[in-house]
């Protein structure tokens, strides 16, 4: 059996699309489960879309996530040999194969030909129907080809479809496709100007090259697909062709359409897997890296969309992915892009960490703040509020009152809780917790629960006041842990303070 060589093979054209990563993802896992090689390509036969940067993002992107390569780049630079645009003189042999073989052909039409020409026929195409009507080497004698050529004239090499033939594409998702070829229009193939080829001639010659055995791709490359099957036979290579496979699109939240960086902007979320800054513009767009997500996280939510194990299970570690992955499980329809549900998976993430690594993640919060404390207090106070955060960032919101008496006091609480006999009942339980030797959150629980019965006070109204004192807000884990934390002394002077300004 052939050996599995896929590859994945972006644009540098800015930042890496979530869509991209989620390619890349699938690619690495049809890899791996194989035994197989997964290369990176930089399809950069584009020049003008170029955008500095970009390849590097790539490549930092990834290896965040944990996507690895076996070709094509050492993780601090793309290996030249697998970027287009230094690869020029192989695909020029191709090129004119095709042209002596009759496969493709030299055309001449500048851009306001074209236009004149779209203007007079509608959905105009360069195609069987049209070609012998443009300025091209069908409709030119081979003397005036090479005078054009000679006197500097701009041209391009179009493939030549017959029309009227049956395209089958197998795509190993979406089944047999078929199309006739009168519907495909004769693509740019190479642009002598810069002595590069369009992304499909330089696609199927690489692929060919790189004897790759599985072309695993976005859904929008789907219309493409029947051209490099053309492309394949015109170059003797039919049976050599890889097996396709077209991924669904990743939908908007809401509405319909494919995900888009405005979505994430309208949102609030992440398209990106890191931050990036555009070249251009100075303008900044936020990663799920430095939004605080686990690059796991990021895996597990991203494998899920548009492929599913046939099971409940939900949590999945890399290598339970690579284990339990086939393309036949995955989807033909979109995947609408859950962003809540990608917090979700942060949060199941954070909790299977242990509280040291944990504590050892927030402590440069608290750093930046400039609060010191000591490792075993802290981790008790992660150990209290881990449970309500989704993001390491959110720890800090869960536990500030941990560090910080409390500045101001929620005004709904206070209108709520606070009644004219409360200062007086918390004085009284100054009073009380004074007298406490044991200020461990069993033993101070016990007494003042049993303060509050004697007095036959209202439990609700004592507990909800106390914690407008001590935390500010109604929120926090149980009052006694909270105290028991903080401190006799600190709990007292928190108390005190809340009654001069809440009074």
């Not at 869509?19 to 990176?40: E, P």
């Not at 394949?232 to 890889?242: D, H, I, Q, S, V």
């Not at 597990?300 to 492929?307: H, I």
Request: a negative charge; charged letters at 30%; glycine letters at 6%.
């Amino acid at each position: 059996m052939k050996k599995v060589r896929v590859r994945f093979a972006p644009s540098p054209t800015g930042a890496l699309h979530i869509g991209g990563v989620r390619t890349a993802l699938y690619t690495y896992l049809f890899a791996k489960q194989h035994d197989g090689d997964m290369l990176l390509r930089i399809e950069d036969t584009d020049l003008s879309r170029f955008v500095p940067g970009a390849e590097e993002y790539i490549i930092q992107s990834l290896d965040w996530l944990g996507i690895k390569f076996d070709e094509g780049v050492d993780y601090e630079k793309i290996v030249s040999t697998c970027r287009q645009s230094e690869r020029k003189e192989i695909y020029k042999k191709y090129v004119d194969f095709l042209l002596e073989n009759k496969k493709a052909y030299i055309a001449f039409d500048t851009p306001e030909e074209l236009e004149k020409k779209r203007a007079e026929i509608a959905n105009f195409q360069y195609d069987a129907k049209t070609r012998l009507q443009m300025t091209n080497s069908l409709t030119l004698t081979d003397d005036e080809v090479k005078s054009r050529i000679a006197n500097g004239e701009q041209y391009v090499v179009r493939i030549k479809i017959e029309p009227n033939e049956e395209v089958i594409v197998n795509d190993l998702i979406r089944g047999e496709v078929k199309v006739n070829s009168s519907f495909l229009d004769d693509k740019v193939l190479f642009k002598p100007a810069d002595q590069l080829p369009t992304y499909h001639l330089a696609n199927v010659v690489d692929d060919y090259l790189m004897q790759i055995s599985h072309v695993i791709r976005g859904e929008e490359w789907l219309p493409s697909a029947p051209l490099h099957v053309l492309l394949y036979r015109a170059l003797g290579w039919e049976n050599k062709m890889p097996k396709f496979a077209h991924l669904p699109l990743l939908l908007k939240p809401d509405g319909n359409g494919k995900l888009s960086k405005r979505d994430g902007d309208r949102l609030g979320f992440p398209v990106f897997p890191l931050d990036w800054i555009d070249p251009k513009t100075g303008e900044k767009s936020s990663g799920y890296r430095e939004a605080g997500y686990f690059p796991e996280a990021v895996v597990n939510f991203l494998a899920l969309l548009g492929w599913n194990s046939g099971t409940e299970q939900e949590i999945f570690s890399m290598q339970e992915l690579i284990e339990q992955f086939s393309l036949d499980r995955v989807s033909k329809s979109g995947a609408k892009f859950d962003y809540e549900k990608g917090k979700w998976f942060n949060h199941k993430y954070l909790q299977m960490k242990s509280v040291e690594e944990i504590t050892d993640l927030f402590k440069p919060i608290l750093v930046k703040k400039n609060i010191s404390v000591e490792n075993e207090k802290l981790e008790k106070i992660i150990s209290l509020v881990r449970e309500r955060a989704n993001f390491i960032s959110e720890i800090w919101e869960q536990s500030n009152f941990f560090f910080l008496a409390p500045e101001t006091y929620d005004e709904k609480t206070v209108q709520k809780r606070w009644k004219d006999e409360t200062p007086s009942q918390m004085r009284e339980l100054i009073a009380v917790l004074a007298e406490i030797t044991d200020f461990s959150a069993e033993k101070t629980e016990t007494i003042v629960k049993a303060w509050i019965a004697e007095k036959e006070y209202n439990m609700g109204a004592i507990m909800n006041a106390f914690r407008l004192a001590i935390v500010g807000a109604p929120k926090g884990p149980h009052m006694f842990d909270i105290v028991a934390i903080i401190g006799k002394e600190e709990t007292i002077n928190r108390l005190e303070k809340a009654i001069e300004r809440i009074s």
